[in-house]
C-alpha cells in the first residue's frame, strides 16, 4: 500500500476529531439536528485550520446512508467515496484553476442533475477568491436559488477578495488559528500511534512554526521523522526549521530587558553562525514581549494566553525587570526592524542595533523625572520649585526665586524615534500687578494699559506680533494716529511690522482700546529714547535674534540678556544639559 502522509491520514474524518474549531462544529451539528441546513456556506480562515476538511466532513454527514447524521458511519459506499475523494455526488474544484466564466456556465447547467447515490449533490469550490468576477457573476443566480437537492461549500483565506454579492448569499464560518497547547496534544496523539518519541520542547518548537496551521505541524513532523526516525527531539526541529529554541529567546529577552549589549551581541553571533533565520527571531522576540506586556498589564488574562507553563514561568520572572512603558517601546522598536528587515543587505547587523536600542530603551515617568529634577535644584543649591504643567505631560517647569531669562532644553534621544522629549523651562515669578498712576492724557493711559490691553489682546490675534511689541511703546496718540517706537536694539521686530497680517492685528486691537478709528505707524526709537521703555518688559525671542555681539547695553542700567554661552555656565543649566545629555535650542527672556 502507497505510503501516505500525516497531514492526509490523521485529517479529521468526524465532528470531534477537528481540533480548534468548535464554534463551527457546534454550530453545523445543531444546524443537521435540527434539520436546518443551508444551501451555501463559506468557511474562512489561514491555512491548514480545517477549512476543507470541514466541508468534507460536513458533506459526508449530509450523504451518509444513516444521514443527515452529526457521526457519519464511514463504512456505507457514500462515506468511503467522500472519504476518498471519488464521490460522483460530491465535487471538489479549484478555484483557482477553475476560474473562467465558462467553467462556471458548466457547473450551472450540470446542478439540474439529480445525485447518483446520496441525497445531496455538493460543490466544495477551494480558493473560492481566485475565481473572476465573471465566473462570480455568472453563479450568483443559482447560489441564490439553487435545486432543492445541490449545496455548495466554498472554502477561502482571503475573504475581501470574495465579492459581497456571493458572501450576502452564504453562511459565514470564520476560522481560528489553532491555539498551541492544542497543536502540541494533537502531535503527542500522532506521535504515540505512530510509536514515535518526541520530547516536550520539540513539539513546543514546532507547534511555534506552524503559526495555529495543524496541518503545517503535522507535514513538519513528518519531515522529522523522515529526518530523525523515531526519536525527535528539539535540536532536530531547530536545525531543519531554522528556529531559535525557547530557552535561548528567553535568554536574550532577559539581556534585553537587563540592558547586557554583551549578552545580546554574543546570541545575536552565535545564533547567525548557526544559519537562524533573523526575520523569524525578530517575529518571535515581538510576540515573546507582546505575551510579557499583556501578563503586565491584565494578570488575570495570563490563563488565556496561548503560551505553555514554562513559557508563562519565564514571563513571570521576566516580569519584575519590565514596565509597560518600556514594553511598548520595545515592541515599537522590533516592528520598525521587521519592517526595514526585507531591504536590509545584512539582517544581523539590523538585528544588533535594533536590540540594543531596545536594551538601552528606558522611559521616566513624569513623577519621577519630576523627583529628579528636583533633587537636582537641591544638590546645585538653587532651591527649586518643580512643577509639572497641565499642558503636556513631558513638560516640567522650574520656577526660581530670581528673575532669570528661560531656556529649552531638548533631551538628545538614544534611538532615531522617541515617545516625547522632555523639555525644561525656567521662568521668572509672577509679579504682583502694580496700580497704575492716573493717566494726565490719552497717551498715559495707553503707556499704563499697553503689556495687559494691547500687548496680550495682539498676541491672541498674531502670537508673533504681540511678541515684537513687547519691545515697542506709544510715542504719539491723535485723533486718528497712533505712532509705536521700537527699541533701536531689535530692529528686525520693527521690520516684522511691514507684514500685512502683523500691522492689521495691531490696528484692530488699537480701534477696541481707544474706540474709534486709528491708523498705527511704526518707527525706531533713538538711542536715548530706548531708556523710556516700561521696566518690566520682556524680551521673548528666538537664537537668530539675539543682540550683534559687542553691542552696548541699554541706558539706564539694564544690562544685555545672557547669551547662550553665559547660560552653559549656570549650574542648574549645565547640570540640567548633563543629565539629559541635551543642548540648549532656545533662549527666551
Given amino acids: ?37 443551508a444551501h451555501a456556506y463559506l468557511f474562512v480562515g489561514p491555512r491548514g485550520t480545517g477549512k476543507t476538511s470541514l466541508a468534507r466532513l460536513f458533506a459526508k454527514a449530509l450523504n451518509c446512508k444513516t444521514g443527515p447524521t452529526v457521526t457519519p458511519c464511514d463504512k456505507c459506499d457514500s462515506c468511503r467515496e467522500i472519504t476518498a475523494g471519488t464521490s460522483m455526488d460530491v465535487q471538489e474544484i479549484d478555484g483557482a484553476s477553475n476560474n473562467s466564466v465558462d467553467q462556471v456556465r458548466e457547473l450551472r447547467d450540470n446542478v439540474k442533475f439529480a445525485p447518483t447515490l446520496g441525497k ?22 443559482t447560489l441564490e436559488e439553487p435545486p432543492p437537492h445541490v449545496k455548495f461549500f466554498f472554502a477561502t483565506t482571503e475573504a475581501h477578495k470574495v465579492l459581497p454579492t456571493i458572501v450576502s448569499r452564504c453562511q459565514r464560518f470564520d476560522l481560528r488559528r489553532i491555539p498551541v497547547a492544542l497543536i502540541i496534544e494533537r502531535l503527542n496523539l500522532i506521535a504515540k500511534e505512530e510509536k514515535v518519541t518526541l520530547d516536550s520542547d520539540a513539539a513546543l518548537a514546532i507547534a511555534r512554526g506552524a503559526e ?39 535568554l536574550l529577552a532577559t539581556a534585553i530587558l537587563k540592558g547586557d549589549v554583551g549578552e545580546i551581541v554574543r546570541i545575536v553571533a552565535e545564533l547567525d553562525a ?79 542595533t535594533s536590540l540594543i536600542r531596545c536594551a538601552r530603551a528606558t522611559t521616566v515617568s513624569v513623577d519621577e523625572l519630576l523627583k529628579r529634577l528636583e533633587a537636582l535644584g537641591q544638590a546645585v543649591g538653587g532651591g527649586a520649585v518643580i512643577s509639572a504643567s497641565p499642558a503636556a505631560a513631558s513638560r516640567v517647569e522650574v520656577t526660581r526665586e530670581a528673575p532669570a531669562p528661560a531656556y529649552v532644553a531638548r533631551a538628545a534621544a538614544p534611538a532615531p524615534a522617541r515617545p516625547a522629549e522632555p523639555t525644561v523651562t525656567k521662568q521668572a515669578p509672577a509679579r504682583a500687578p502694580v496700580a497704575a498712576p492716573p493717566a494726565k492724557n490719552e497717551l498715559d493711559a495707553l503707556i499704563a494699559q499697553w503689556r495687559d490691553q494691547v500687548v496680550e489682546r495682539v498676541k491672541r490675534e498674531v502670537a508673533m506680533a504681540g511678541i515684537a511689541l513687547l519691545d515697542a511703546r506709544p510715542l504719539v496718540v491723535e485723533q486718528n494716529r497712533v505712532v509705536i517706537g521700537f527699541d533701536p536694539q531689535f530692529p528686525r521686530k520693527l521690520e516684522q511690522m511691514k507684514i500685512p497680517t502683523y500691522h492689521l492685528a495691531v490696528q484692530k486691537i488699537m480701534v477696541q482700546v481707544l474706540k474709534r478709528p486709528i491708523n498705527v505707524e511704526f518707527v525706531l526709537l533713538a538711542e536715548g529714547e530706548a531708556a523710556d521703555l516700561p521696566a518690566d518688559h520682556t524680551v521673548e525671542r528666538a537664537e537668530t535674534q539675539n543682540p550683534p555681539a559687542g553691542a552696548a547695553p541699554a541706558k539706564g542700567g539694564a544690562a544685555h540678556p545672557k547669551t547662550r554661552q553665559d547660560w552653559h555656565q549656570e549650574p542648574v543649566v549645565r547640570k540640567t544639559l548633563e543629565f539629559f545629555n541635551g543642548s540648549i535650542v532656545d533662549i527666551r527672556e
Fill in 120 to 141: 445531496y449533490k455538493i460543490y466544495i469550490i477551494d480558493e473560492v477568491h481566485m475565481l473572476s468576477t465573471a465566473a462570480f457573476n455568472a453563479l450568483l443566480k
Fill in 274 to 352: 548557526g544559519g537562524k533565520d533573523m526575520q523569524r527571531l525578530v517575529l518571535e522576540l515581538l510576540d515573546h514581549f507582546r505575551s510579557l506586556l499583556v501578563y503586565l498589564c491584565v494578570p488575570q488574562a495570563a490563563s488565556t494566553m496561548d503560551v505553555v507553563s514554562a513559557q508563562m514561568e519565564s514571563l513571570k520572572q521576566q516580569a519584575q525587570l519590565a514596565q509597560p512603558d518600556r514594553l511598548m517601546r520595545i515592541a515599537e522598536v522590533l516592528s520598525q526592524a521587521e519592517d526595514r528587515m526585507r531591504y536590509s543587505l545584512s539582517r544581523r547587523t539590523l538585528v544588533e
Fill in 212 to 250: 495555529g496551521g495543524l496541518r503545517d505541524a503535522e507535514s513538519a513532523m513528518d519531515q522529522l521523522i523522515a529526518f530523525r526516525g523515531e526519536t525527535i527531539t528539539e535540536a532536530d526541529v531547530l536545525s531543519v526549521f531554522g528556529l531559535v529554541s525557547r530557552q535561548t529567546l528567553e
Fill in 1 to 37: 500500500m502507497a505510503y501516505e502522509v500525516l497531514a492526509r491520514k490523521w485529517r479529521p474524518q468526524q465532528f470531534a476529531d477537528v481540533v480548534g474549531q468548535d464554534h463551527v462544529t457546534q454550530t453545523l451539528q445543531n444546524a443537521i439536528k435540527a434539520n436546518r441546513i
